[in-house]
T-cell receptor, first 114, second 111 residues
Framework: KAGVTQTPRYLIKTRGQQVTLSCSPI?????VSWYQQTPGQGLQFLFE???????NKGNFPGRFSGRQFSNSRSEMNVSTLELGDSALYLC?????????????FGEGSRLTVL | EDQVTQSPEALRLQEGESSSLNCSYT??????LFWYRQDPGKGPEFLFT???AGEEKEKERLKATLTKKESFLHITAPKPEDSATYLC????????????FGKGTSLLVTP
């Protein structure tokens, strides 16, 4: 069974540019969450999508946005990049049933902003 | 505001030397507490879910316990392959499936 796939794995951008990251969840998983991981702040929740609808949103500025498609694949976009946006962006999928917080993470997209 | 604090930040053990990692939390309406393991260059890997005080879960050399204020991850007779960062996360009852993570404990087990 294929795991969560994130593309691209690495990318370098300059301040002011925008970036789009992609996530393909495990087959059958309809929930996709995004997290930002930095050495200083650790893992921070960005947003969660289920059945193409944003269900929860973390405390991030409006420059961070996402969407989910009918096949459960998800994208997140960061506009007007800042140096502080350099981070590992992790996507996680889950069945979203009951109380389970069992998330299956991808290997992440490492973004460097110069 | 929810808070998840993990200690120690880093821990070095000799192979076979048992120890415990701590996760202290403050959350209104805990739905669940989770432990994940993260290897360098990889995404976190799910280990355990604990739902109520007094609950315990075991997997190989790992045992997770939960009280009303903290959780412990006990590592018995660790091996070098247990070296990783261990992350604790809480899920609030009214926050959907969003997890609030601690900053992790980096564990190094030497032969």
């Amino acid at each position: 069974k294929a795991g969560v796939t994130q593309t691209p794995r690495y990318l370098i951008k300059t301040r002011g540019q925008q970036v789009t990251l992609s996530c393909s969840p495990i087959s059958g998983h309809r929930s996709v969450s995004w997290y930002q991981q930095t050495p200083g702040q650790g893992l921070q929740f960005l947003f969660e999508y289920f059945s193409e609808t944003q269900r929860n949103k973390g405390n991030f500025p409006g420059r961070f946005s996402g969407r989910q498609f009918s096949n459960s694949r998800s994208e997140m976009n960061v506009s007007t990049l800042e140096l502080g946006d350099s981070a590992l962006y992790l996507c996680a999928s889950s069945l979203r049933t009951g109380n389970s917080g069992e998330l299956f993470f991808g290997e992440g997209s490492r973004l460097t902003v110069l | 505001e929810d808070q998840v604090t993990q200690s120690p930040e880093a821990l070095r053990l000799q192979e076979g030397e048992s120890s415990s990692l701590n996760c202290s939390y403050t959350v209104s309406g805990l739905r669940g507490l989770f432990w994940y393991r993260q290897d360098p260059g990889k995404g976190p890997e799910f280990l355990f879910t604990l739902y109520s005080a007094g609950e315990e879960k075991e997997k190989e050399r790992l045992k997770a316990t939960l009280t009303k204020k903290e959780s412990f991850l006990h590592i018995t007779a660790p091996k070098p392959e247990d070296s990783a960062t261990y992350l604790c996360a809480v899920q609030r009852s009214n926050s959907g499936y969003a997890l609030n993570f601690g900053k992790g404990t980096s564990l190094l087990v030497t032969p």
